[in-house]
T-cell receptor
Framework: AQKVTQAQTEISVVEKEDVTLDCVYETRDTTYYLFWYKQPPSGELVFLIRRNSFDEQNEISGRYSWNFQKSTSSFNFTITASQVVDSAVYFCALRFGNEKLTFGTGTRLTIIP | GAGVSQSPSNKVTEKGKDVELRCDPISGHTALYWYRQRLGQGLEFLIYFQGNSAPDKSGLPSDRFSAERTGESVSTLTIQRTQQEDSAVYLC?????????FGQGTRLTVV
């Protein structure tokens, strides 16, 4: 069975601080994908990144970076120099083969100006 | 269109009425999902269609809920005899091999 755990329900940080959102997953499969999605107050779910289980390279996109560690089954997301526009709910998700996406419960991030 | 389209965007219905929600996936996407999101809550999986395989209906909360998909195109989610607890945003997503792309959702209010 697949499972995604986002232990942080809510996080608040002051603008310009760095923040890391944790994601821990469980799967018995060796080939799978991991994802992060952002849901801003407008409600639309926005795809941010996909990671293949065979590619453990960390990825950086502007102020966003992702750390994938198979040894700890984690796929953490760091926002550097946070901005108010980063305030949103962030979801981590897992999928293998043609099975359905499994989402975590989400982390509500609030950036305080 | 380029994205996942859902209609209507908003629906207000009286308790006990049936409603149909529609989802037009991205062309060529073989997988289609329905999720429910109550206010301030996470994503509740409802049903998953993958190509010609039998759908995964394990998330449907009761037999009042059903969904159909014609081939790899449009899907409709039907809720019969709506209850107030059905009030939520219903999100549809489609996918080809990996990541899913979401529609804007249908906000359902049962009064």
């Amino acid at each position: 069975a697949q499972k995604v755990t986002q232990a942080q329900t809510e996080i608040s940080v002051v603008e310009k601080e760095d923040v890391t959102l944790d994601c821990v997953y469980e799967t018995r499969d060796t080939t799978y994908y991991l994802f992060w999605y952002k849901q801003p107050p407008s409600g639309e779910l926005v795809f941010l990144i996909r990671r293949n289980s065979f590619d453990e390279q960390n990825e950086i996109s502007g102020r966003y970076s992702w750390n994938f560690q198979k040894s700890t089954s984690s796929f953490n997301f760091t926002i550097t120099a946070s901005q108010v526009v980063d305030s949103a709910v962030y979801f981590c998700a897992l999928r293998f083969g043609n099975e359905k996406l499994t989402f975590g419960t989400g982390t509500r991030l609030t950036i305080i100006p | 269109g380029a994205g996942v389209s859902q209609s209507p965007s908003n629906k207000v219905t009286e308790k006990g009425k049936d409603v149909e929600l529609r989802c037009d996936p991205i062309s060529g996407h073989t997988a289609l999902y329905w999720y429910r999101q109550r206010l301030g809550q996470g994503l509740e999986f409802l049903i998953y269609f993958q190509g010609n395989s039998a759908p995964d209906k394990s998330g449907l909360p009761s037999d009042r809920f059903s969904a159909e998909r014609t081939g790899e195109s449009v899907s409709t989610l039907t809720i019969q005899r709506t209850q107030q607890e059905d009030s939520a945003v219903y999100l549809c997503a489609s996918s080809w091999t990996s990541e899913a792309f979401f529609g804007q959702g249908t906000r359902l209010t049962v009064v």
